[in-house]
């Protein structure tokens, strides 16, 4: 379906962004905090971005299907709340990095990384409950949707579905790299 | 076998969703449905399409569409398979004669046995208004179903699908 396989919705201020606004490359990934999936990918992306630094620029949206995962919504939900404190990367590292640990305790789990953060418990919670938070995510969700994202993760590389192993994800960007420098 | 197009009426069918109930499409009449035909049950989660589909369920009945989602597997497989899941729409078994539904919308594939992977958007008069067939190993998505869906004269008022309409989040 390709002609639905482009970012549906352009990268601006309210996305979640690390990295040169000029970089040759933007990678946007849909992803869900609780998918085993995108676990597994976010080393490749810290690699990824590593090796480009300077060069690439690093979009996180929200993709969480939360009938499979039960806690995927509130772990999104918690790293939109953690972004009204400038926290959300560390918010999104910790909970990838730390997927094992947190995902058999839910929302007990959660609150581990909201110390581990240090972040304030109690602001966190009621930043959570405005609805905004949860508009965010679903704004992410519907987004991905009409740009034919079909499972997580899903990444654009400069607007476009990448749909190569992810494996192969690094040497897809630094041919585009190599040939715009 | 070639996938009905667009324009075409959609056949008839009736075929169980769990051991004692059925589905037939003209149940829907006045409504649009979704037809995904898929190859089969439990495939892994990350990459599922139906658990893409299952989210869209609120987005889906506001553009007045129901899901059915066909395979060629038995009634066992799908009760545990939505169980399993949490998938809130019908699993239809097109197990005997198997196959015979995707047959009569020209996506079998006799190679493989059972029903490729694809999209029927069916208008509440029966028509088929949209079709698309995936290659099997790849998820279609769901932007196509939603375009579709859209496209549609009785959906062009000014529905927004984009924000959440907070009842039905609350709800889920």
Not at chain 1, 86 to 111: C, I, K, R, S, V
Not at chain 2, 48 to 65: H, K, P, S
Not at chain 2, 95 to 113: C, H, I, L, N, S
Request: glycine residues 8%.
């Amino acid at each position: 379906m390709v002609e639905e396989a482009a970012l549906a919705v352009p990268v601006s201020a309210h996305d979640h962004i690390q990295g040169n606004a000029h970089a040759v490359v933007t990678l946007v990934e849909y992803g869900d905090f609780q998918c085993p999936a995108c676990g597994m990918a976010y080393p490749l992306v810290k690699q990824i971005q590593q090796r480009y630094t300077g060069n690439l620029r690093f979009v996180f949206r929200h993709f969480p299907l939360s009938q499979a995962h039960p806690y995927a919504q509130m772990a999104a939900e918690l790293a939109e709340a953690a972004a009204a404190e400038g926290q959300f990367w560390a918010m999104h590292d910790w909970l990838y990095e730390n997927q094992d640990g947190w995902t058999p305790h839910g929302g007990a789990g959660l609150e581990a990384g909201v110390r581990a953060l240090g972040l304030d418990q109690q602001a966190l919670a009621a930043t959570m409950r405005s609805p905004d938070i949860a508009t965010h995510v679903r704004r992410d969700f519907m987004g991905g949707v009409r740009s034919g994202v079909n499972g997580t993760p899903s990444f654009y590389v400069n607007g476009y579905l990448y749909q190569g192993d992810f494996d192969a994800l690094a040497h897809a960007i630094g041919r585009l790299i190599a040939r715009q420098s | 076998m070639t996938i009905l197009a667009a324009c075409a009426t959609a056949p008839e069918f009736a075929l169980h969703s769990t051991p004692d109930q059925s589905v037939a499409l003209k149940e829907f009449h006045g409504r649009n449905v979704i037809l995904a035909f898929y190859p089969a049950d439990w495939s892994p989660v990350c990459s599922d399409q139906l658990a893409l589909y299952n989210e869209l369920l609120d987005e889906f009945a506001l553009l007045n569409a129901q899901l059915l989602a066909i395979s060629v597997d038995g009634v066992w497989s799908h009760a545990a398979l939505a169980r399993k899941r949490k998938y809130h729409f019908p699993l239809l078994s097109d197990f005997e004669p198997k196959g015979e539904v995707a047959r009569a919308y020209g996506v079998y594939d006799d190679k493989a046995g059972v029903a490729g992977r694809a999209l029927f958007v069916i208008d509440g008069d029966g028509m088929i208004r949209w079709s698309y067939l995936s290659p099997m190993g790849v998820n279609p998505g769901a932007a196509g179903i939603i375009n579709a869906l859209e496209a549609l004269p009785s959906n062009n008022s000014q529905k927004s699908i984009d924000a959440p309409a907070p009842d039905a989040r609350e709800a889920s």
